[in-house]
Each structure stands twice: as C-alpha cells, then as structure tokens.
C-alpha cells in the first residue's frame, strides 16, 4: 500500500507521538477513479468529435447553435480528424491502465485502440474513396439528410433547414473540388457510373421552385410539409417558404449545375476498367479494405475460395428445396424458373407496390410474436416500414435501415426499394425485411443506441462484419424460429445467403483477379435465381464499395460457428437468448473479440459475467 509519512516537528517527535499513515487510495478507489477517469475521457472525445460535425449531432437527434450547418468537407478536415485520433490514442495509452479498469472499460479501451487502428490503415488511402458515385454520392446523400433527419418542431428548426439550405451550395463545391483532385490524381470511378449521379443530381432540381412543373422539388416539397405542421401564423409559413425558395434557386441549382458539369468532364475521360487494381497501390488498398471490413487477416485468395465453398453448400441445400417444390428440371432450371415466373413478383404499379409492403407488414407481426422466446434483451425503439424516396430510388440499395435516434424522437426505418418490382421477388420479402429489419439490424442497431454506461464511440459506431454478420445470420435465424413456411420464400432466403456468398466472389474477382463488370453479371446469372435488373445493380455495387460486401458472409459465419460452439459446450446449459445477450450486449465488436467474449461466456457455464 502507498503511503504518505507527513513531516513531523521536534516538538512532536519529543513528544513521543504516534507516527500518523494515510493511505493516498486504496485499490478499489484507485480502480474507481481510472474507471470515472476513462468514461469522462471517452465522453470528452466524443464531444470533440460532436463539435467537429453539425451531421453527427443531428443523428443523434442534438439541436444546437450548428442545426443549420453542415460538416467540412475537405481533405484539410479530414486530416484534423486524422491528427485527433491520434492524439488521443496516445493519451489514453499514456493515462490507462487496462489492469486497472473494470471488465466493460477495459473492453472498451481495447475497442478503441482497434477502432484507432483500422483508421489509421485506411488513412492512407484515404483519396482512393470515390466522392460521387451511385451508391454513397453526396449529391443524393444530404439531400435524403435534410428530408430524413432534420426535423422541424419548431419555427428556429425551419430557419435551420433554410440555413442548411444555402449551405448546400458551397458544401457540393467542397465536394467538387475533393472530386477535381482525386481525377487529376487518376481516382475516378468508371465511365458507367456518371450517368447515375448526373441523373440522381438533375432529379434533386427538378420540380418547382427550379421549373413551373406542377410537381415540387424534393427538398421544397419535404420543406414545405414539415412547415405545414408547425404552429405558427400563416403568414410565417409563407415567408419561410419564400426563404426555402431563395436558397434552393441562389445555392442549390447552380452548386448542382456545377456537379453536373463536373460529373459530365469526367465522364468524358473516365476509363473503362472496373477494380481498383488499377490504381498505383490497388492491391494493397484492396487489402486494407478487406481487414477494415471482415476485422481478419483474410487474403482476397482465401475470401475467394470462401466464397465458392459456400456457393457450393448453398447450390445443394437449394436442390432440396427443389424436391419439396416438386420441379423437375436441374437447378439452373429451377433458377430460371424462380426468376421468371410471375407468382413470384407484384405488377410494377401501386397496387404491387402496396402489396410487397403489405407483405413485408406481414412478417414484421409473425417475427415480433416469436421475439421473447429467444432474446432476452429488446429494443424500446418502433420501426417503421417505407419505400426509398422516388428521387434516389434509381440508384438506392434494394433495401436498407435507418436507425432510431437516441433520445426516442426518430424511429428505426426499413426501407424497401420499390422503383422496379421485377427487382423485388416476393419469394424474398420476408428474409429481406428479417435482415434489415427484425431480428436484424433494427434489433441489433435499437440495442445498440439504447447501451447505457459505456462511451458514444460504441453507442454509436459500428463494425461491418459484426453488423452485417448479424443481419445475414438473422436471416438464417427466422428459419429456426419456426418461419418461412412456404418452401418458395425458404429459397428466398437462401438465394438471399447465396447472394452473399457470390460477392465474395466477385468482389476479389473484380477488384483482385481483374474480372471485368461483365465476367461478374456472368458469374451471377449462371450461379443464382437473382433478377436481371437487380444482378446488374449489385455488380455495380461491389465496384465502388470494393471490399465492403465480403463482410457479410465472412461475420454470418463466425456467428453461427460460436453459436454451434456454444451449444456443443454447454449442453442442455445453453440459452440462446443468453447467447444473443453476449452478440448484442457490447455492441460491435471485431470478430476476434466476439470470439473471445464468447469463449469467456462458455468457460463461465452460459452464465452472464
């Protein structure tokens, strides 16, 4: 034990007194101070990082002085988030102890060194990110930011929203310039792509106020809505709107006109080749991204040969349900089959559409009854179904989530993508929306904002393989909760499994092994029941988010082999719903950390720790 041996005076010492020992802190309090010290240490972090993005506070449903902005987007900002984290990896280390903390906060300082980390590798590539593409384009992305997240409650939200709006004009031209330097460096995405974002872009400014069309913009019509609904004098509706209108013509068209001029040179030189092994460090980049999203040290050789392991297990379980069906045919039959017959799609009209959501309605009833036999934590948050917003619906996902905000304000969000129904088989609906939805991300992601005691970098943040692993394993999961009762939506859900085996074909076929867009949509419809339409779109997918889809499977994976793992331990011990509370309780993880809290949980008997 640390002592402090006060001076004493002659007189005392003379005086034969005792020799008084006070103990500075005892373990346990020096323990409790690194774990108070930590959490403020995160907290301060998080609020540095809040400071630096108006977007983020907005997520989190933070109404401040910076509503009515937006981030900075340039290589300069990113180079400050760059020095921050840096920094302070190295204080924390300088500070901390791991010894010294509590389970959680040694979980979460290993968390944050690892998120550091993956950072700090993908730096260095930082400008082989495409700003404008189809699938993560700005020019798409804050305009569904305005419609989607910034609410307006009140009269200060609305002058937000307009603020915001004349701020779009010069953020695009950040993000313009961005573009402009990573072109001249030869980072452009291929030539295929610029018609997408040039459409997508001209759709942002189609409308009224930009035209005398008797259809409005979709920011004025999203504007004006909200609008509608606060209490205020008529009259202040209309000088609002007549502020909307301002900035949409003064800031927003001509910063899109701009874009679009813009997307249109570089379509003019952009090359053809579709991986990014065309850059000057494509492999490594290819590799980075690949650890950055399964968290493995996995090659694109071994993602490679997962990925046709898996085709092939998937191949044979399909060929079982092709004898429940009764097909007689061989299997690229029964894909054609699946693909072309219309039992299988809604008309591509309202009423189709109102169908498949009605469908997806169904589902989402049948999984949440089952919901408490097998997890013991669930979220508060609802969730909402809706179709992708018609200007972005072209180019979106098929399907996606938004998560809850955590101050209960935002519900979580399904959105199915209902452009063109032939992309949209009804055999699939319910694995879809079991992924995205419940027992998947909304699940996962609802729990994970709803943490309490431990840092916003875990409440908030994220890990691919750990995420998507969960929604692809949910899918898998409806199947033992008794679900998919009709054989055709349990092909659904495997050619769903299928399909996310097949990216990890293509994608180290693109972007390692030099297939071209065209040997990938081969591989695809000679290997699954996926439709034309949609075939296409995931290709094109994979060729600007290089890496990211290999995730999906590879976490799915390791998922399901600690869940065999656990149950082959414990027995007759092992609770699921225990199980699901280790995955979802410390929010995401890298695989190799879930894989040890796992073994923890086994070693302690399936009990809580």
């Not at 590798?121 to 910034?150: C, E, K, T, W």
């Not at 313009?176 to 001249?184: M, N, T, V």
């Not at 054609?336 to 591509?348: I, P, Q, T, V």
């Not at 290709?539 to 869940?563: C, D, F, H, N, W």
């Amino acid at each position: 034990m640390r002592v402090i041996r006060p001076a004493l005076s002659a007189l005392a010492l003379a005086a034969a007194a005792p020799l008084l020992i006070l103990p500075v802190a005892a373990p346990a309090q020096a323990q409790a101070d690194q774990n108070a010290a930590i959490l403020k240490f995160f907290a301060d972090y998080d609020a540095a990082q809040l400071a630096r993005s108006p977007l983020s506070k907005s997520y989190r449903g933070i109404k401040d002085a910076d509503y009515g902005k937006w981030d900075e987007f340039t290589d300069a900002a990113e180079e400050r988030e760059y020095d921050a984290d840096q920094a302070a990896l190295k204080a924390m280390r300088a500070k901390f102890d791991p010894a010294q903390l509590n389970a959680e906060n040694a979980l979460s300082f290993r968390l944050f060194e690892k998120m550091i980390e993956r950072g700090t590798r993908a730096y260095q590539y930082r400008d082989y990110g495409y700003v404008f593409d189809q699938m993560n384009g700005p020019h798409s992305q804050l305009p569904a930011f305005l419609i989607n997240i910034h609410r307006i409650d009140t009269k200060a939200d609305a002058e937000a929203y307009v603020s915001r709006l004349n701020g779009l004009g010069p953020a695009i031209d950040q993000l313009i310039a961005e573009s402009k330097a990573r072109a001249a460096a030869g980072v452009m995405p291929p030539k295929w792509v610029y018609p997408y974002v040039i459409s997508d872009s001209k759709n942002v400014i189609s409308g009224f106020p930009f035209t005398r069309m008797a259809t409005e913009a979709p920011l004025y019509a999203d504007f004006k809505v909200k609008v509608a609904k606060l209490d205020i004098a008529q009259g202040e509706k209309d000088a609002l709107l007549a502020a909307a209108s301002d900035a949409l013509m003064k800031s927003v068209k001509p910063a899109y006109g701009r874009l679009i001029t813009e997307m249109e040179r570089q379509q003019a030189i952009a090359g053809i080749d579709d991986g990014v092994w065309r850059f000057k460090e494509g492999a490594a980049y290819y590799a980075e991204r690949l650890a950055n999203y399964t968290t493995t040290a996995m090659t694109p050789d071994q993602i490679h040969q997962v990925g046709l392991d898996n085709v092939a297990r998937i191949h044979g379980e399909m060929r079982e349900i092709m004898k429940k069906t009764g097909f007689s045919g061989d299997l690229q039959g029964f894909f054609k089959f699946m693909r072309e017959d219309k039992r299988f799609y809604a008309s591509n009209d309202e009423a189709g559409r109102a169908l498949y959501l009605s469908e997806t309605e169904k589902a989402k009833q049948w999984v949440t009854a089952k919901l408490p036999d097998w997890f013991a934590t669930l979220p508060q948050a609802p969730l909402v179904v809706k179709p992708v917003e018609a200007f972005r619906e072209k180019s979106a996902g098929k399907a996606f989530y938004q998560r809850p905000s955590p101050d209960g304000t935002r519900p979580g969000t399904y959105y199915a993508n209902l452009y063109n129904m032939a992309d949209m088989p009804l055999t699939e609906v319910e694995a879809l929306f079991y992924h995205e939805g419940i027992p998947g991300h909304h699940l996962q992601l609802a729990i994970q904002t709803e943490l309490k005691d431990v840092p916003a970098f875990r409440q908030f943040g994220g890990v691919t393989a750990y995420a998507e692993g969960w929604g692809l394993y949910s899918e898998k999961l409806a199947k033992d909760m008794g679900l998919y009762t009709d054989p055709y939506r349990d092909f659904g859900r495997l050619q769903l499994e299928l399909h996310r085996a097949i990216r990890l074909v293509v994608d180290s076929g693109l972007h390692h092994k030099k297939w071209t867009r065209e040997q990938a949509i081969k591989y695809v419809e000679d290997n699954s029941a996926d439709a034309p339409g949609g075939i296409v779109k995931a290709i094109e997918r994979y060729i600007v988010y290089p890496g990211q889809a290999t995730a999906y499977l590879v976490g799915r994976l390791k998922i399901s082999e600690l869940r065999d793992r656990a149950q082959k331990a414990l027995g007759a011990r092992f609770d699921v719903r225990g199980f699901h509370d280790v995955i979802l309780k410390s929010g995401p993880v890298p695989l190799d950390v879930m894989e040890e809290r796992v073994d923890a949980w086994i070693a302690a008997g399936g009990k809580a720790a």
